[in-house]
């Protein structure tokens, strides 16, 4: 078992308990960062070097220990961390006359935040790449649904005539905002905590502003006490994942509702289903269920990190370890239903006729009342107490209101209709026909959808152009840290 | 990948995408639950054949089958879970003539709820044992240190003179109460869904009390609908630990505090302890900070658990996969700090002579203003402010309450002592003393603390009776099960 | 503004700034444990008098000031806390040398600690009676809807026939687990810390079981520590109330869902529902939202309780004010829930004729599969494959099972049925008659709904019993209380 | 009491019941956002008359009424919600031929969701003021203390002397992180959702851009659906201030920990401290208490929101009411928080002679190890097991590391040191001088602490700039729609 007390061959403490050793062991979820921790190791001898605290002789020969390591599987569970397991590894390559000098002037401290922040980055920009995926699906389907009524349900009761395209759209503009979110949150997290050590910097000229451009960060955290113990940069993370979790939740909610027997407004092939192990008739949207209650895990994670960094004090505490694993659980739950919403959302159909059903025809009451007020210049307020009578008679009648005729409608309205009222008031019961008599900017108008889609589009694009931006960066930066450390 | 539709070989759905089964597969999470499902498989084909729903020969052999299973090892990740592996493999064991009669009565949604029903009982027998020894080490070591006063505290401040085992002992309740409420929570846990099939029972007549007690279980979940679609029990294990979890971070966060250089009340032995990578004198208490957080994280584990439930519609839904892992996962860390924990507080001792801290004597306050209304008959609450003036004044003066001579004492109290008042009051600031002149019941009073010991010690054993008489019924309950499906 | 400096007029500190009096008032929720906090000085003034600590003439003036509070609203904002301001009102009336006696031997921290528990408990029972009320709303609808088919869900899907009648009474068991529930946490809350003052008890020989006695308190909460340090019972508290909250926002899920226009299951008046200010045919069934999320509030008050408890160090620290609000809000809007849903679903009514719906009789697919291993000997799993082959038929058809003849059944299942087969399988597509051949314990078959009926109502008959025990000896010691400190 | 069936006077719907309407009424928590919803309205209707939908004539008499509401108490809670209050109000004073034309082309869905964004942003800009303030109150006391030596700490043990300027603007920084997180989250806030009606827009032709203009919004809520029924705005809001609530509760435990008798490192005016009504000595930081616990709370209702807006469907639910308030909660108890804060910090003195205590020269061990390295050559691990070695030969013989001799050194570390590296070791034991040997950017070296101090402030000053850009903006919009609403 590698802990820092076998690199240390004794000092201040006696030797940790194995039971204990394994306790606190980080190694597992290390896993995801041991990439990065050898980056900044490399980067780190390098700052050494350039200051004149190390000797090349010995920087030159501990980066190429570390060059070996880039590639490793950090497999074993046998050691308390990967940043011992990386000195273990090149003081045992290198000697200790060598390997002893390559954690001068860093701490685990800033040298675990900043592999937590280079990989929380990477991992952030793959998750918005997914959602931007995402949201191209979304608006691929969205165009082809613009014009065919589709019920728009508020209270889980179906409200007015809105389109399926409307629908998708509308859902996609949050996905948008999570994009956006994503990338501010970003913003914060691509800085650089090197150089502030234990939490005080350290007596050694490092360069920090040197360190930063290598990794590929934006900048550094400036103070340093800020730079090891502040984490409200994964907190950040952890609440836009919460967001993001919500906003596919509430699509997950829906196509179960949609697609339920009852309700029958989408198709979902049989290939996103399952049946029952019993009921052979079931067709299960299992992967829509899973979607939902992964998320409300997500969502909760935002939760437990508040809560485990409640009450704290300033600077490091070990308890920030428990805090990382968070972020890499809410990113994969995200990702794979990111991944099969997709699919299954680029698969979907609405159902046809849906403007033919009976009972939809009251969602034409609202229209009804406006031409009520538009012709017949009745109070708006007059005219939905009218109307809600109009319905509440059909129902009573146990009719749809194209089966009430004239006096019928006369009767319930308690007044005589204008000559053309009638025929107007009929034509609001097409609803295929009314979406198209908004008039308002954004509303489900198929005109209105098109150009929604296209603003969708155009702000999917920029932050596509941003993603871009930024990933090469990190690239870039690869490049140049590879050419620096590889050079003699 | 072995998935439902492969043992149906088509019916009502066209096969399911692999991805699709693989994002909803819950194996890697079943492996918990396999032997219980084994088990309740078992059981279930007993109790099919005993009400003639199949044949004996059948019966017999798809329990040869299962008892193969019993000790197989569900590594792969290749099917979709537990429940579609077992009749996979009993299936291709016996044939489809055998095989294809296991789940006539059943459903994965009864067999779910029982496997897991089987297998928290367990894992709370298992984590009741270890708090219950954990509360025994805390009395062993209690029982040491009942004589010697130790710093109450209050708002982070030292308050009054109470003793190390006085800490200890009152801290121990807080864990017998959660004991209590493990074997409160597993009266609920432990009763059996089984005959409640897919959630509306089955027309075969199967005897549901005879399934349960070969399982062990105290009784049945009574209704169809409530035995597959009620989760409460989960939610309820779920706080339980949740309330352990909080009675234990605190534990943890005053030893931090004890043993912080500054406070200096408890030596924790280097075996706990590690040093920094960078700071040499570092001593660090890695354990108890990531106890603090472990549990920070079972906490949040049911507000997880509350959330993903919040909105289901009853039933079986799937969303409920994501539950069970929250039960494991809260256990396991539980389990793992209490473990350390019981360890840790065995080899702990309180600094020596901590009655000679200077600054402690002002915790004899409180005594002195009560020997002043004692001996003075001065009203408290005049009694309180006067020694407030008396601290202040010291205070200022720089002075502990033992360098003030008489006069300095009056004259900051503003009135003359009778004869023997001051001599009393003196007396109050032996705080080794004065611990015994406390007189109330449960008061750090040595007589007092040891009495909580015996009391704490009491309701331990008593716990432990009833650990005890669960446990073996399980295991009668096993023999049971195996007799009665070995037989033929 | 009073405050404790007002009581001091110096001492210890100088006085406090008014915004940090204003900003740390605990006055506004301290309403809710005025009344309590009265009592418990009457319990502890009597029981300093039995003991010698103060004398008879200036415990009964202080008695008889307290009585005069019993009635007295304490709405003013300008104090501290209430105890400061019974305190400060005994003062006024008794003078100095009276009530400067009162606060001799105890402590807020103890004396807040016994109020909040004794007000906690009396909330609780009220909630208890609210809740088995609910529980008998329940039973009286369910037994009127034992005998019709109800579809029951899974995944949201039409599952199996059961009844409305089964519906209800399996959710009736969620919420009598939760009054047990209620009922044991009780017992952990009705414990008293009286006497336990600042932490350490006092020197003073109060007699702890004689102020629990009077209190109306089942016990002591013995070591003095955790009397007025634990609060894991408020914690216990909030997490039943978060459990019942779950179960609540489960079944308004369920109407909400089954009053849909589409679902149309059941019918909920009019008086119930409201419709929108801009569409007049809605009828939204707005209480049952805010069930919903109320109860989703109620369930994330426990973990803002535990969030806050989170690390913190025993004894009494302030951060407890904050506490004691959530478990007032919690109980609130369980009580206006359960209220408000108690009426409703004594006024529910199923529709009617749900068996006939064409789209219910796939749900009779379970049993056509048993009836097949039944009558024709085919193994379950064949037989579920067939059966799914027969579904999907005839939903490709566009027909009902009922509208399939015989040859389209032997088609689709692929053999020739026996000559009575088919005529068995078409009774069980009559689902009103299929819930009566149900077999097993606790199914939807009318006779064993009737049985768990009974069954439910005999535990809330225990529950009640039990409810009206506890409810009595509060009253008593009320009664107790005031003979012992009004005689002279 | 009013409803919005008063409004109708019969129509869809038998009126409410009277306990319906009380449950479901949100009058109360709705005087948040009474006067924004007045201003909507005004809004609204000279949209209305602007495309013609309504008479001028109407238009006027109703925004005469409007006026006269702007200043009206909505004290009542007799009434379903303000809404409808309003356009009660209105009616009652114009007539129902007037007033019955103001809801026309507007819902409550859009209504409320306006008036909830209107106040959030006016409370938002407040908060970040009041955070602002905040900034440079720290900004201001961290000037004053860049040159003294104070202990940092990680693990809440001393780990390297830092400066409490340092401390001070370390974590300033992470409050103007929030302060950019709030002007980020204003602009997805201050968008117009007007012209959405209940989800789908209107068939009049309302200038969505000219009524978001008039009521000082950056623009439109696009899609109609997304803007009535997304409430990310509002859970976006609440995570920035749960993560600005973390950073407080920080700073509130790093106090409560440096002021306890024990740790003494800094002075907090008793002003801000409260005694204890039993023990006289006690001197209570409770406002820091309150503001850690008032944070836990503002933390969790991030989580509360969550909760309930999980699995809810597009569209607006009522369940939305229950999360208004959680915004007005979170905002009243951070800003209460932040006003003490700002005082308190103002006034919070470092104890003198801090670089003086003895067990602090532990600190200096890092760098007397960089020096071992730097002058004897010695490998930084090597430098760190032998300093390791020396602090812990130190503390057996109870020596702090200046009563050590140079003998003492040189055994302890097991080698001879060079002739001036021992000076030079001792010379690190002097803290206050220490700091002044880093050499890293962001360091505690008084130099960049003055460089943090100005950066700090200069950021607070672009944050200052973009503050008054936006309530500029704000204030020019109201004087706008007041003119436009003004003229005839």
Sequence with gaps: MIHLSSLLKGGRLKSTRTDVVNFISSLNDDRRIALATVLVNEAHVLALEKCGAIKQAVSRKILRALHTLEKHKFSSR??????VLIEDFVTR??????????????????????AVRMTLRGEMLALDKLLLSFELSIIAIAVKHANAAFPGYTHLQPAQPISFGHYLIANCFSFIRDSERLLEAYSRVNLSPMGAAALAGTSFSLNRAFIAKVLGFDGTVEASLDAVGGRDFALEALSVFALTASDLSRIASDLLFYSSVEVGLVKIPD?????????????????????????????????????LMHGLTSGYNLDYQELTPLLWQSIDELSSCLRILSVLISKIEPSEHVAERDYLQFTAATEIANLLVRIEDVPFRTAHQKVGLLVRTAIRAGKSLKQMGQTDWETALGFRLKPRTFSSLRRALDLDGQISTYRTAGSPN????????????????KLTAEHKRRSNKLELSRRLLRKATAAT
Tied chains: 1, 2, 3, 4.
Aim: net charge positive.
């Design 78 to 83: 046998r050691a308390e961390d990967v940043h």
């Design 446 to 461: 198929p005109r209105e959808t098109l150009r929604l889609i296209a603003l969708a589009q155009h702000r999917c694009e």
């Design 93 to 114: 390559q290198t000697g200790q006359a060598v390997g002893g000098f390559m954690h001068l002037g860093k701490s685990r401290n800033d040298q675990v935040a900043t």
């Design 271 to 307: 290939e996103f289903a399952s049946t029952s192990s019993i009921m052979p008739q079931k067709k299960n949207l299992d992967p829509l269920e899973l979607i939902r209650a992964k998320c409300g895990k997500v969502a909760a994670n935002f939760n437990a990190a508040l809560s």
